[in-house]
């Protein structure tokens, strides 16, 4: 759950940048390049609200369920109102889980066997990385649903044990005399 809300966070927080932008005027001059590529397609990244990682992040919103944009809506309310060190502490735990992300990948091309290379690679990663998302999901899901009659039943056994007028007492513990063993 931790790293679900980590993760929407650090995404708030991508997009939070990317609408930043939005506010502030268009220049009357040609768009200026970022110094540096695109990490995609290896072209240079136009800043601004025409740019193409505004229109990524516009795409994905408008992808998103209403209450997928409500949620995050509400992730991204949460980061925004977070301390530089709060925030900070986040991006630490998500470049934790990358690195892990990263090392369980790994490990699954050795246990695979196979050899790949380049392009083939990333994909198997990329593959594997959301099946692994899809499956803590999905666990995820199934222990709540296991942990909510239970937590019901423990509620209503404190309500029970809370719940009356006398006092509770705990009567002290007295050693039992050890049995000694018979030769």
């Given at each position: 759950m931790r790293i679900?809300?980590?993760?929407?966070?650090?995404?708030?927080?991508?997009?939070?940048?990317?609408?930043?932008?939005?506010?502030?005027?268009?220049?009357?001059?040609?768009?200026?390049?970022a110094?540096?590529?695109?990490?995609?397609?290896?072209?240079?990244v136009?800043?601004?609200?025409?740019?193409?990682?505004?229109?990524?992040?516009r795409?994905a919103?408008?992808?998103?369920?209403?209450?997928q944009?409500k949620?995050?809506?509400e992730?991204f309310?949460?980061?925004a109102?977070l301390?530089?060190?709060?925030?900070?502490a986040l991006?630490?735990r998500?470049e934790?889980?990358?690195k892990?992300?990263?090392?369980?990948?790994?490990a699954?091309?050795?246990?695979?066997g196979?050899q790949?290379?380049?392009?083939?690679?990333?994909?198997?990663i990329?593959?594997?990385?959301?099946g692994?998302?899809?499956?803590?999901?999905?666990?995820?899901?199934?222990?709540?649903?296991?942990?909510k009659?239970?937590?019901?039943e423990?509620?209503?056994?404190?309500?029970?044990?809370?719940g009356?007028e006398?006092?509770?007492?705990?009567a002290?513990?007295?050693?039992s005399?050890t049995p000694?063993?018979?030769?």
């Amino acid at each position: 759950m931790r790293i679900g809300v980590a993760a929407a966070l650090a995404f708030a927080a991508a997009v939070g940048t990317a609408l930043a932008q939005t506010a502030t005027p268009e220049p009357a001059t040609p768009k200026k390049e970022a110094k540096g590529a695109n990490w995609l397609a290896g072209q240079p990244v136009q800043v601004g609200p025409k740019g193409p990682a505004y229109e990524n992040v516009r795409k994905a919103l408008d992808a998103l369920t209403p209450e997928q944009r409500k949620r995050f809506q509400e992730n991204f309310m949460r980061w925004a109102n977070l301390s530089p060190e709060e925030k900070k502490a986040l991006r630490d735990r998500e470049e934790v889980r990358k690195k892990m992300v990263e090392q369980e990948s790994e490990a699954a091309i050795q246990e695979s066997g196979l050899q790949l290379d380049g392009e083939r690679r990333e994909q198997f990663i990329k593959r594997y990385s959301e099946g692994r998302r899809l499956i803590e999901e999905q666990l995820r899901k199934e222990m709540n649903e296991k942990r909510k009659p239970l937590v019901h039943e423990l509620v209503g056994r404190l309500r029970n044990e809370f719940g009356s007028e006398a006092p509770l007492t705990v009567a002290p513990q007295t050693a039992s005399p050890t049995p000694t063993a018979k030769p």
